[in-house]
T-cell receptor, first 115, second 108 residues
Framework: GAVVSQHPSRVICKSGTSVKIECRSLDFQATTMFWYRQFPKQSLMLMATSNEGSKATYEQGVEKDKFLINHASLTLSTLTVTSAHPEDSSFYIC???????????FGQGTRLTVV | DAKTTQPPSMDCAEGRAANLPCNHSTISGNEYVYWYRQIHSQGPQYIIHGLKNNETNEMASLIITEDRKSSTLILPHATLRDTAVYYCIVKLGSRLTFGEGTQLTVNP
């Protein structure tokens, strides 16, 4: 099946710094990338949806200037957490979907810890 | 998207069938039922999906009631590696909305 490679798997950063998370679709073209966040013992919450070459659409309550999403190519999407704070510590997961896919292919997730 | 209701937790003995229920009483006619699972600290894994008919693949079987208001995911021979949170999702289009899921614990 299709694979979405997410990197890094774990990252620790200092408060006030920025962190970039990458998701690459390895054997299909991800026309749409979804970004989720998951706090401990909670379910996945959709943060934003991006289509290749377009600006991302953010869910209510998600700050677009804080969570910068780039989807400039069909195989790469990035999420940058800017000016990170401890409350941004979470598990971030991407999901790539191609034009013809009915399944959804998730990345492995990134555990972000802000200290 | 239609809301789903799942029991928060279930236990199953290794080697036995695990039957995970899901209620989706407000599902509309063109919404699919999807099942994913998430092993701790990993991304969700697709299991199976269906619209009206029962479905089976190498991982599981999906039984959807005739009125489509509920479904059951069946893992025929559960193993310890099947311990995970299982999410039942009603999906229209490409958007996935996750509920709380069921924590399945397979015991030796």
């Amino acid at each position: 099946g299709a694979v979405v490679s997410q990197h890094p798997s774990r990252v620790i950063c200092k408060s006030g710094t920025s962190v970039k998370i990458e998701c690459r679709s390895l054997d299909f073209q991800a026309t749409t990338m979804f970004w989720y966040r998951q706090f401990p013992k909670q379910s996945l919450m959709l943060m934003a949806t991006s289509n290749e070459g377009s600006k991302a659409t953010y869910e209510q309550g998600v700050e677009k200037d804080k969570f910068l999403i780039n989807h400039a190519s069909l195989t790469l999407s990035t999420l940058t957490v800017t000016s990170a704070h401890p409350e941004d510590s979470s598990f971030y997961i991407c999901r790539g979907q191609g034009a013809m896919n009915t399944e959804a292919f998730f990345g492995q997730g990134t555990r972000l810890t802000v200290v | 998207d239609a809301k789903t209701t799942q029991p928060p937790s279930m236990d199953c003995a290794e080697g036995r069938a695990a039957n995970l229920p899901c209620n989706h009483s407000t599902i509309s006619g063109n919404e699919y039922v999807y099942w994913y699972r998430q092993i701790h600290s990993q991304g969700p894994q697709y299991i199976i999906h269906g619209l009206k008919n029962n479905e089976t693949n190498e991982m599981a079987s999906l039984i959807i009631t005739e009125d489509r208001k509920s479904s059951t995911l069946i893992l025929p021979h559960a193993t310890l590696r099947d311990t995970a949170v299982y999410y039942c999702i009603v999906k229209l289009g490409s958007r996935l909305t996750f509920g709380e899921g069921t924590q399945l614990t397979v015991n030796p």
